[in-house]
């Protein structure tokens, strides 16, 4: 089975705080993605990867950025947390392009 | 991308089977049906995917109408761990190393409840 693993599911950061987010794929899988979920608002992609130091901006890209030095792994940066980024932050691979996305368990940031 | 229409919310017992509809009439000959579910508190879970052919998996499987206007996802043995939100998408197979890949758009899906 594909397993994405996210490193924290649950933080708490200060308002301008750098944050990270760690996301780990098991499946040699080309595509990793960062998404958003918020109440009301459903998921949101935030940025893409199809390669290694490979990127491209999704819907909302303001206020993070992305890194991407292995194959396997995707990070997300919030370089100046705000309130405004408290959120579900969950990872996803994919392999080729039909679609089936595999996610992690989430990691749920509060920005205090 | 096509929009789909979903129930709000549906009971089943367990052991029994969940048929989940999902409507998709405006849906065009290259979307695929794809259906993910969320469990409170966690990621998003692939379940199935299809064109117009009828699909079957270890989860679950799916039917869908000859006019592919709309299609059910049958879990034929609902058990409690199968309670949660289930997401109906329809959309195009992405083209390789472009965002459209990933860009699932999940209406509000059905709340699947199964009760002892």
């Known amino acids: 089975d594909v397993k994405v693993t996210q490193s924290s599911r649950y933080l708490v950061k200060r308002t301008g705080e750098k944050v990270f987010l760690e996301c780990v794929q098991d499946?040699?899988?080309?595509?990793m993605f960062w998404y958003r979920q918020d109440p009301g608002l459903g998921l949101r992609l935030i940025y893409f990867s199809y390669d290694v130091k490979m990127k491209e901006k999704g819907d909302i890209p303001e206020g993070y950025s992305v890194s991407r030095e292995k194959k396997e792994r995707f990070s997300l940066i919030l370089e100046s947390a705000s309130t405004n980024q408290t959120s579900m932050y969950l990872c996803a691979s994919s392999l080729g392009r039909t679609g089936e996305l595999f996610f992690g368990e989430g990691s749920r940031l509060t920005v205090l | 991308d096509a929009k789909t229409t979903q129930p709000t919310s549906m009971d089943c017992a367990e052991g029994r089977a969940a048929n989940l509809p999902c409507n998709h009439s405006t849906i065009s000959g290259n979307e695929y049906v794809y259906w993910y579910r969320q469990i409170h508190s966690q990621g998003p879970q692939y379940i199935i995917h299809?064109?117009?052919n009828n699909e079957t998996n270890e989860m679950a499987s799916l039917i869908i109408t000859e006019d592919r206007k709309s299609s059910t996802l049958i879990l034929p043995h609902a058990t409690l761990r199968d309670t949660a939100v289930y997401y109906c998408i329809v959309r195009v197979a992405g083209v390789r190393r472009s965002s459209n890949t990933g860009k699932l758009i999940f209406g509000q899906g059905t709340t699947l409840q199964v009760k002892p």
């Open positions: 299809g064109l117009k």
């Open positions: 499946m040699d899988h080309e595509n």
